[in-house]
């Protein structure tokens, strides 16, 4: 058996010291690209969304390395992701591919299934000790590799050039990848913080003005992975926006996947909250959440919300149709992209362009309101 999984921004980073842990064997597919999606625009269905596509390429590409066995999590309500697994099964199997799909859900609420499931993928010889050590090692990682984004998001929009935040970026990550203990985990997320700080040092006037900040909300596959929102996060951050994510691996996968019995490094938690005003029940994908986003970045005063979405997603929509109020209740300017296989970067960029003219005329036009306040009050 050879593992191989759906490249999802920098999950692989987790996936793999899991399977390195436990001496399985696996495959990480190609980083996302134009080759790939190409490959699963073909064998998809027309109305499938853009993660789906994209998955299928990634499996076609792993195979040609030997990949024999999927491993992919699973979902429940009305969210087209759910169906993923068998879809993808039953459309590889049509395309001359003999994988073994292995869907990791929790069965009726159960871990049972979940356990049964982890098993079977690391191997009889690997005791349930050993299991449950790799599993919470592969966890520390996945809340490492999240603080890092986080810190690059902080980082980017004060960088000298874009090149200057990648750098940076990219060495923190191949130190994660190549800890092999806690201590090497946190010396990862450590250098990164070092390495911003002494930058600051050697130039604080650079770090002195207050960028925009735009909150990202929305589903999980768009928001972690780079290529299918055309690198919205590092465009914003190149632009000179200080972006902060509402969803973050660690967060999703103690929530969905632990049943809340792990935080991560942000807790989705407080967004069912806040979300209830605008949508009190359960609509599939992240749509709760999408809506408790919103009203969390609103409260804490962001600039401005960007929801991104693959065409066709449902809870989305219907998440989508409810910003409008939280736009009006707390004036706060919303835009919503939705991307596909014909989305390209340069229609983006301008779209993104334009809506960082329109918060910095309204933080300006606040900022002369407030000054005048302050001149009448005197």
Same mark, same amino acid.
């Given at each position: 058996?050879?593992?191989?999984?759906?490249?999802?921004?920098?999950?692989?980073?987790?996936?793999?010291?899991?399977?390195?842990?436990?001496?399985?064997?696996?495959?990480?597919?190609?980083?996302?690209?134009?080759?790939?999606?190409?490959?699963?625009?073909?064998?998809?269905?027309?109305?499938?969304?853009?993660?789906?596509?994209?998955?299928?390429?990634?499996?076609?590409?792993?195979?040609?390395?030997?990949?024999?066995?999927?491993?992919?999590?699973?979902?429940?309500?009305?969210?087209?992701?759910?169906?993923?697994?068998?879809?993808?099964?039953?459309?590889?199997?049509?395309?001359?591919?003999?994988?073994?799909?292995?869907?990791?859900?929790?069965?009726?609420?159960?871990?049972?299934?979940?356990?049964?499931?982890?098993?079977?993928?690391?191997?009889?010889?690997?005791?349930?000790?050993?299991?449950?050590?790799?599993?919470?090692?592969?966890?520390?990682?996945?809340?490492?590799?999240?603080?890092?984004?986080?810190?690059?998001?902080?980082?980017?929009?004060?960088?000298?050039?874009?090149?200057?935040?990648?750098?940076?970026?990219?060495?923190?990550?191949?130190?994660? #990848?190549?800890?092999?203990?806690?201590? +090497?985990?946190?010396?990862?997320? *450590?250098? &990164? %913080?070092?390495?911003? @700080?002494?930058?600051?040092?050697?130039?604080?006037?650079?770090?002195?003005?207050?960028?925009?900040?735009?909150?990202?909300?929305?589903?999980?596959?768009?928001?972690?992975?780079?290529?299918?929102?055309?690198?919205?996060?590092?465009?914003?951050?190149?632009?000179?926006?200080?972006?902060?994510?509402?969803?973050?691996?660690?967060?999703? #996968?103690?929530?969905?996947?632990?049943? +809340?019995?792990?935080?991560?490094? *942000?807790? &989705? %938690?407080?967004?069912? @909250?806040?979300?209830?005003?605008?949508?009190?029940?359960?609509?599939?994908?992240?749509?709760?959440?999408?809506?408790?986003?919103?009203?969390?970045?609103?409260?804490?005063?962001?600039?401005?919300?960007?929801?991104?979405?693959?065409?066709?997603?449902?809870?989305?929509?219907?998440?989508?149709?409810?910003?409008?109020?939280?736009?009006?209740?707390?004036?706060?300017?919303?835009?919503?992209?939705?991307?596909?296989?014909?989305?390209?970067?340069?229609?983006?960029?301008?779209?993104?362009?334009?809506?960082?003219?329109?918060?910095?005329?309204?933080?300006?036009?606040?900022?002369?309101?407030?000054?005048?306040?302050?001149?009448?009050?005197?």
């Amino acid at each position: 058996m050879k593992i191989t999984f759906p490249h999802m921004g920098n999950s692989w980073i987790v996936i793999q010291a899991l399977f390195d842990s436990l001496g399985v064997e696996y495959v990480i597919p190609p980083k996302n690209s134009k080759e790939t999606l190409n490959i699963g625009t073909k064998l998809a269905p027309e109305s499938a969304c853009l993660p789906l596509k994209l998955n299928l390429g990634n499996y076609i590409e792993a195979a040609e390395q030997g990949a024999d066995t999927v491993v992919i999590t699973g979902g429940i309500g009305p969210c087209r992701f759910g169906y993923y697994g068998e879809s993808e099964r039953q459309i590889l199997q049509d395309a001359g591919f003999s994988y073994d799909v292995v869907i990791l859900e929790p069965p009726d609420g159960s871990l049972m299934g979940l356990a049964e499931r982890i098993r079977y993928l690391a191997g009889r010889e690997n005791s349930w000790y050993k299991i449950g050590r790799a599993l919470r090692f592969a966890y520390r990682k996945s809340v490492a590799i999240d603080q890092i984004e986080d810190l690059i998001h902080g980082f980017r929009p004060y960088a000298v050039n874009s090149q200057e935040a990648d750098q940076l970026f990219e060495e923190a990550k191949r130190r994660l #990848v190549l800890a092999m203990t806690d201590e +090497g985990i946190k010396g990862a997320v *450590r250098w &990164l %913080k070092s390495r911003i @700080r002494e930058k600051e040092e050697e130039n604080p006037e650079q770090f002195s003005e207050s960028p925009l900040k735009i909150g990202i909300i929305g589903e999980i596959y768009t928001i972690l992975e780079p290529f299918s929102s055309v690198e919205v996060e590092k465009q914003l951050g190149n632009l000179g926006a200080q972006v902060d994510r509402s969803i973050y691996l660690s967060g999703w #996968v103690g929530q969905h996947v632990f049943q +809340g019995l792990a935080q991560g490094y *942000r807790s &989705l %938690k407080p967004y069912y @909250r806040l979300a209830k005003p605008y949508l009190n029940h359960f609509v599939g994908g992240h749509g709760e959440e999408t809506v408790g986003a919103a009203v969390h970045y609103a409260k804490q005063g962001y600039d401005g919300i960007i929801q991104i979405l693959p065409l066709g997603c449902m809870p989305e929509i219907v998440a989508s149709s409810i910003l409008p109020r939280i736009q009006e209740d707390y004036n706060v300017p919303i835009m919503t992209l939705t991307f596909d296989e014909h989305t390209g970067q340069a229609g983006v960029q301008t779209r993104l362009e334009a809506f960082m003219d329109l918060l910095e005329r309204s933080k300006g036009k606040q900022n002369v309101i407030q000054l005048g306040e302050i001149s009448h009050a005197h």
